[in-house]
């Protein structure tokens, strides 16, 4: 089971830096070394990272596994103004880890607008539907909302302004839902009785 | 003195990460076939339900309108020989009462949410923000408590409604449920009964509320948080009067179905395998499945008409797609993360540690989050295990999580 952002992830990233250091306190006996970043952004359409997208709730469950599942918020990427005080993670699941940490956020800070992206952005979480037995598919890290405080459940057009004031257009929705070059998550804006501009999700028919 | 060092610093790692860290059981999961004659079972169990679209139970009598191209049936209620249940529909719903004496389709203004009956023959039912009180003398919509809270649940109490309010998104949840509470109508006023907790991660739901014999109102409590990856805990609830408290807490995932003519529970347990909802009644030894379909809950087999536009057109590309189509590029490489650290020394040692794990046959890096980085914040540390291109990572990384369970909470898939 993993905890993030709670009091109970800090006291586990507490316990991780206790941990370091008593780690380190040996560090420079064991005189170990490390290995610089590597910069460079691999661009990557193939089916292996553009995988098939379920549709339906058979084949999401089959795709994804259990709702709230383990690890159903395995894989993450650092995200600008991933909330209100400013950049943080967002976690998803590791099947579409390669399309949302690879090509999405790959394409968003090699683009050079990172400021397009305005809070809240959010993967995984588990919660319902509500007032249903639905679970939302943000409860199997299946979907991400992106520009949400500015695009809400309900508006039936996209709001581009960015984290800067400036208006970005459809530049974040063409890039996790656009034909080209494809990153195929489906746009909540485009459900027809009750849009969701801020909604993507890596499924269908559900 | 190295040797020493590195023995108290892997005792303290372990014993405080050891403590710190924890993995939840798997809620146990209902593997049970449904009866032959689902019809019949659930007739003679007393409920109606809905099982793969069809109204199922209701007595022979009942009327039952044709559903509409794209409408799905949901959430029934039964009252002697009646049934009402969601007609649900792209856009706008409508209820359906259906009786012997004929049945009714009753076009509502948005999202409809569980009819349900009083002894003496009304109906009510949510819609949206908003309670509808539909009875001999005529019909009444009440506004809600709390503007765009959805309304839902509703039960009648003698001469009230209790019902369940969803409270409306905040900017930290822009979306999805995160705060219930039940709210009494009493003539035209609302008189809130419970406060439960909830906050931007922890989050309270109520389910499948029922009038019991006694007069009380038993119902579900979910409480979960958001950002884990396990299922929420599920309880059972009692509302008396104006007071509520906790009953007992439940194996698992499942929702009240209403009560057999003995009095005992019946209930909806999602058996996901099949995406069929059983329902279940309580017995000395257990619980015992009695028919199948969907009561008060959500069938699984069915998609929600307004969460069906997958065919719509996509948003005109844009020139900052920079790569052609046509451009392979290169097989992009998964990684393994752990961290974050705040020191270079802290992950250098947790490497060596993954190093030893795969014996030196994988290569480890520790890498420093910069201005740039999409995978360590800025300041911190990680070690980083590179995979091949031919996987996700998804296996990798439960295969290493079972060989550092002490670090399994801090690892990630990345693509550096």
Same mark, same amino acid.
């Given at each position: 089971?993993?905890?993030?952002?709670?009091?109970?992830?800090?006291?586990?990233?507490?316990?991780?830096?206790?941990?370091?250091?008593?780690?380190?306190?040996?560090?420079?006996?064991?005189?170990?070394?490390?290995?610089?970043?590597?910069?460079?952004?691999?661009?990557?359409?193939?089916?292996?990272?553009?995988?098939?997208?379920?549709?339906?709730?058979?084949?999401?469950?089959?795709?994804? *596994?259990?709702?709230?599942?383990?690890?159903?918020? *395995?894989?993450?990427?650092?995200?600008?103004?991933?909330?209100?005080?400013?950049?943080?993670?967002?976690?998803?699941?590791?099947?579409?880890?390669?399309?949302?940490?690879?090509?999405?956020?790959?394409?968003?800070?090699?683009?050079?607008?990172?400021?397009?992206?305005?809070?809240?952005?959010?993967?995984?979480?588990?919660?319902?539907?509500?007032?249903?037995?639905?679970?939302?598919?943000?409860?199997?890290?299946?979907?991400?909302?992106? &520009?949400?405080?500015? &695009?809400?459940?309900?508006?039936?057009?996209?709001?581009?302004?960015?984290?800067?004031?400036?208006?970005? *257009?459809?530049?974040?929705?063409?890039?996790?839902?656009?034909?080209?070059?494809?990153?195929?998550?489906?746009?909540?804006?485009?459900?027809?009785?009750?849009?969701?501009?801020?909604?993507?999700?890596?499924?269908?028919?559900? | 003195?190295?040797?020493?060092?590195?023995?108290?610093?892997?005792?303290?790692?372990?014993?405080?990460?050891?403590?710190?860290?924890?993995?939840?059981?798997?809620?146990?999961?209902?593997?049970?076939?449904?009866?032959?004659?689902?019809?019949?079972?659930?007739?003679?169990?007393?409920?109606?339900?809905?099982?793969?679209?069809?109204?199922? %139970?209701?007595?022979?009598?009942?009327?039952?309108?044709?559903?509409?191209?794209?409408?799905?049936?949901?959430?029934?209620?039964?009252?002697?020989?009646?049934?009402?249940?969601?007609?649900? /529909?792209?856009?706008?719903?409508?209820?359906?009462?259906?009786?012997?004496?004929?049945?009714?389709?009753?076009?509502?203004?948005?999202?409809?949410?569980?009819?349900?009956?009083?002894?003496?023959?009304?109906?009510?039912?949510?819609?949206?923000?908003?309670?509808?009180? /539909?009875?001999?003398?005529?019909?009444?919509?009440?506004?809600?408590?709390?503007?765009? %809270?959805?309304?839902?649940?509703?039960?009648?109490?003698?001469?009230?409604?209790?019902?369940?309010?969803?409270?409306?998104?905040?900017?930290?949840?822009?979306?999805?449920?995160?705060?219930?509470?039940?709210?009494?109508?009493?003539?035209?006023?609302?008189?809130?009964?419970?406060?439960?907790?909830?906050?931007?991660?922890?989050?309270?739901?109520?389910?499948?509320?029922?009038?019991?014999?006694?007069?009380?109102?038993?119902?579900?409590?979910?409480?979960?948080?958001?950002?884990?990856? /396990?299922?929420?805990?599920?309880?059972?609830?009692?509302?008396?009067?104006?007071?509520?408290?906790?009953?007992?807490?439940?194996?698992?995932?499942?929702?009240?179905? %209403?009560?057999?003519?003995?009095?005992?529970?019946?209930?909806?347990?999602?058996? /996901?395998?099949?995406?069929?909802?059983?329902?279940?009644?309580?017995?000395?030894? %257990?619980?015992?499945?009695?028919?199948?379909?969907?009561?008060?809950?959500?069938?699984?087999?069915?998609?929600?008409?307004?969460?069906?536009?997958?065919?719509?057109?996509?948003?005109?590309?844009?020139?900052?797609?920079?790569?052609?189509?046509? @451009?392979?590029?290169?097989?992009?490489?998964?990684?393994?993360?752990?961290?974050?650290?705040?020191?270079?020394?802290?992950?250098?040692?947790?490497?060596?540690?993954?190093?030893?794990?795969?014996?030196?046959?994988?290569?480890?890096?520790?890498?420093?989050?910069?201005?740039?980085?999409?995978?360590?914040?800025?300041?911190?540390?990680?070690?980083?295990?590179?995979?091949?291109?031919?996987?996700?990572?998804?296996?990798?990384?439960?295969?290493?999580?079972?060989?550092?369970?002490?670090?399994? @909470?801090?690892?990630?898939?990345?693509?550096?």
């Amino acid at each position: 089971m993993r905890i993030l952002r709670t009091r109970g992830r800090s006291v586990r990233a507490g316990a991780l830096v206790v941990a370091a250091i008593c780690a380190s306190a040996i560090a420079h006996a064991a005189g170990l070394a490390s290995a610089s970043p590597i910069d460079i952004w691999v661009h990557d359409h193939s089916s292996d990272v553009i995988k098939p997208r379920p549709d339906g709730l058979s084949e999401i469950q089959s795709t994804f *596994g259990p709702v709230c599942g383990d690890n159903a918020n *395995g894989a993450r990427s650092y995200w600008p103004s991933q909330d209100s005080n400013g950049p943080g993670y967002v976690y998803y699941d590791p099947y579409i880890g390669k399309n949302v940490g690879g090509n999405i956020r790959g394409h968003v800070r090699f683009d050079h607008k990172d400021d397009a992206v305005r809070w809240l952005v959010g993967g995984y979480n588990c919660r319902y539907i509500s007032g249903t037995t639905e679970w939302s598919l943000h409860a199997w890290g299946a979907a991400i909302d992106t &520009n949400s405080a500015t &695009n809400p459940v309900g508006q039936d057009h996209w709001n581009g302004t960015g984290s800067d004031g400036k208006k970005y *257009g459809t530049y974040l929705p063409d890039v996790w839902a656009g034909p080209y070059p494809g990153h195929k998550f489906f746009w909540g804006l485009n459900w027809p009785n009750k849009p969701d501009p801020m909604h993507f999700q890596y499924a269908t028919g559900y | 003195m190295r040797t020493r060092s590195l023995i108290v610093a892997a005792v303290c790692g372990v014993t405080i990460l050891g403590w710190a860290l924890g993995r939840g059981s798997e809620p146990a999961v209902a593997a049970h076939e449904c009866p032959a004659d689902v019809g019949v079972a659930n007739g003679n169990a007393g409920v109606a339900a809905v099982q793969n679209g069809r109204l199922v %139970g209701v007595a022979a009598a009942t009327a039952q309108p044709s559903l509409p191209t794209n409408a799905v049936a949901r959430q029934v209620a039964t009252n002697g020989g009646g049934a009402a249940y969601v007609q649900d /529909r792209l856009g706008s719903d409508a209820i359906v009462l259906s009786t012997p004496d004929g049945s009714r389709v009753l076009p509502q203004s948005g999202e409809a949410y569980h009819p349900t009956w009083s002894v003496h023959g009304a109906v009510a039912w949510g819609v949206d923000d908003r309670l509808v009180v /539909r009875s001999a003398a005529g019909q009444r919509t009440i506004p809600g408590p709390e503007p765009g %809270g959805i309304v839902f649940a509703p039960v009648f109490v003698g001469r009230d409604v209790v019902a369940a309010v969803s409270a409306a998104p905040t900017t930290a949840v822009p979306e999805d449920e995160w705060s219930d509470d039940f709210w009494l109508l009493r003539g035209a006023r609302w008189h809130r009964l419970t406060a439960f907790a909830a906050g931007t991660d922890r989050w309270t739901a109520i389910r499948t509320p029922f009038l019991a014999a006694d007069g009380s109102v038993e119902f579900v409590v979910v409480r979960g948080r958001g950002t884990e990856d /396990r299922l929420p805990s599920f309880s059972l609830w009692r509302l008396r009067g104006m007071s509520v408290h906790r009953v007992m807490p439940l194996d698992g995932e499942r929702y009240l179905a %209403g009560y057999a003519g003995d009095g005992a529970r019946l209930w909806n347990v999602p058996d /996901r395998a099949t995406e069929t909802w059983l329902i279940q009644r309580d017995t000395p030894n %257990g619980l015992r499945t009695v028919g199948c379909g969907a009561v008060a809950v959500d069938p699984m087999d069915v998609t929600d008409p307004d969460r069906t536009g997958h065919a719509a057109s996509a948003p005109p590309a844009r020139s900052s797609e920079r790569v052609p189509p046509t @451009d392979p590029g290169d097989p992009m490489e998964a990684a393994l993360l752990i961290g974050d650290f705040p020191s270079q020394v802290a992950a250098d040692v947790v490497a060596q540690q993954v190093t030893a794990a795969y014996a030196g046959s994988m290569p480890v890096d520790v890498v420093q989050g910069g201005k740039g980085s999409t995978i360590v914040q800025p300041d911190r540390w990680a070690v980083v295990v590179r995979l091949p291109a031919t996987t996700d990572g998804n296996a990798e990384l439960s295969a290493l999580q079972a060989t550092l369970p002490d670090y399994a @909470d801090h690892m990630w898939v990345v693509v550096p």
